[in-house]
């Protein structure tokens, strides 16, 4: 079966990842949204039309709130991207929770779980451990679910979600199912 060809223009935009990695506060976004909008007037440029955070955001993966360098918070960014007329983008790894999350060590069997019965965990370039949520658990799911949607109603139209492949890790979950089906 042929694929057919993309129709629609792919977005051009910005993200802090590629120049900051983590390493993020509320100044360099203000700042870098600036220039963004100065940029967005020169009509030799191809227009942008997403500005993105990346990781570096939040606490931390699994507690996906404002950290303390985001002293006006989350909501206040993205209506302040989506006034300077971009798409307000935004991080997440919806399946993957730092075992240094409060969320964590306050749901022992929320998380995908090896042979010996202990949460199967992935470090991504020594930053931490993070386990990996099991989604079929009755209250696991739903808890993932509503962080990606309370991202969404803060006015993030734009949501890169990373690391989705941890979703159809093998393992043993709630519900026995495969890591596909899962």
Known sequence: NEVPPRQDTPPIGWA????FYEHID????VG?????????QD??????????????????WGDWVANEEFP??????????????FDAGLWLAPFYVSTTAPIFAE????????????PIT????????YAIIDVTHPDAGPWMRDQVAARSAEGWNYLKLDFLYAGA??????QDVTGMQA
């Open 122 to 129: 992935y470090s991504n370039l020594n930053t931490g451990n």
């Open 26 to 29: 509320e100044e360099i976004i």
């Open 107 to 118: 749901h022992s069997d929320w998380w995908v779980l090896d042979e010996d019965g202990e």
């Open 16 to 19: 802090t990842w590629y120049t």
């Open 32 to 40: 870098n949204l600036e220039v963004a909008e100065d940029l967005a």
């Open 169 to 174: 890790e093998v393992g043993q979950r709630y």
């Open 72 to 85: 006006s918070g989350m909501e206040f960014l993205a209506t302040e991207i989506r006034n300077a007329g």
């Open 43 to 60: 009509p030799t440029l191809e227009p942008m039309t997403v500005f993105q955070i990346d990781d570096g955001w939040q606490r931390t």
